[in-house]
T-cell receptor, first 111, second 114 residues
Framework: QKEVEQNSGPLSVPEGAIASLNCTYS??????FFWYRQYSGKSPELIMSIYSNGDKEDGRFTAQLNKASQYVSLLIRDSQPSDSATYLC???????????FGSGTKLNVKP | GAVVSQHPSRVICKSGTSVKIECRSL??????MFWYRQFPKKSLMLMAT?????????EQGVEKDKFLINHASLTLSTLTVTSAHPEDSSFYIC??????????FGQGTRLTVV
C-alpha cells in the first residue's frame, strides 16, 4: 500500500531539540489525518488528529496539514528520550471507508 | 481516549488449526473496525474493514476464506485465522473507529503457528 509515504528513518535528534516528522499521501479524497506513536512490540497509540489546513497544537506536539501539497507533518518540541518510538501517519478516505498507515518513521532522541 | 480490548494477546497454535481473535470496543460503539497485520519492523498492513451487520471488505491479496471476519455487534468484531500455517505467524492488530472518526487500537495479538 503506497497511499501514505513516510521516511523510515531513523531520525536522530538530541534531547530538547525539535523533531520534525513528515508524511505525504496520494488520495486527494483523504479527509482525516492522524499521527500515532508505536513502541516496539506494542500497538499504536493516538497522538494527534487534524482535519483542516493549518496547524494544530497539543502540548509539545504540533500537527501541520497542507491539503494542496498532500502533506502532513508532526513537530515534537523539547524532545525527550521517552519520545523515541516509531511514528505512524494515518489517513482516512471516508468515501471508501479506508484507513491507511504509512510505514512509520523511527525517532531516536539521544540524552 | 477510548478503550479497545483485543484478546488473546498471545497465542501459539499447531499448523492446520484455527484461531479466533476478538476485538471489543469497551466504552463506545464502533460501526467500523479494521484488522491489520504487522511483520517485525514493518508497517501496519490493512487486511480488511469490518462493518457491523454486513460483510467485511478485504484488501487485495487477502484471502477472505482464510481470514474470516465477523462483526456481529457494535462492540465486537472477530478475526478467525483458519487452517493456520507458519507463514500466518504475525502480529495482528484491530482498531475501532468512534463516532468522531478517531480510531483506537487493541493491544494486538502475537500469533505463532508451529
Amino acid at each position: 500500500q503506497k497511499e501514505v509515504e513516510q521516511n523510515s528513518g531513523p531520525l536522530s535528534v538530541p534531547e530538547g531539540a525539535i523533531a520534525s516528522l513528515n508524511c505525504t499521501y496520494s488520495d486527494r479524497g483523504s479527509q482525516s489525518f492522524f499521527w500515532y506513536r508505536q513502541y516496539s512490540g506494542k500497538s499504536p497509540e493516538l497522538i494527534m488528529s487534524i482535519y483542516s489546513n493549518g496547524d494544530k497544537e497539543d502540548g509539545r506536539f504540533t500537527a501541520q496539514l497542507n491539503k494542496a501539497s498532500q502533506y502532513v507533518s508532526l513537530l515534537i518540541r523539547d524532545s525527550q528520550p521517552s519520545d523515541s518510538a516509531t511514528y505512524l501517519c494515518a489517513v482516512v478516505v471516508y468515501n471508501f471507508n479506508k484507513f491507511y498507515f504509512g510505514s512509520g518513521t523511527k525517532l531516536n532522541v539521544k540524552p | 481516549g477510548a478503550v479497545v480490548s483485543q484478546h488473546p494477546s498471545r497465542v501459539i497454535c499447531k499448523s492446520g488449526t484455527s484461531v479466533k481473535i476478538e476485538c471489543r470496543s469497551l466504552d463506545f460503539q464502533a460501526t467500523t473496525m479494521f484488522w491489520y497485520r504487522q511483520f517485525p519492523k514493518k508497517s501496519l498492513m490493512l487486511m480488511a474493514t469490518s462493518n457491523e451487520g454486513s460483510k467485511a471488505t478485504y484488501e487485495q491479496g487477502v484471502e477472505k476464506d482464510k481470514f474470516l471476519i465477523n462483526h456481529a455487534s457494535l462492540t465486537l468484531s472477530t478475526l478467525t485465522v483458519t487452517s493456520a500455517h507458519p507463514e500466518d505467524s504475525s502480529f495482528y492488530i484491530c482498531s475501532a473507529r468512534d463516532l468522531q472518526g478517531l480510531a483506537f487500537f487493541g493491544q494486538g495479538t502475537r500469533l505463532t503457528v508451529v
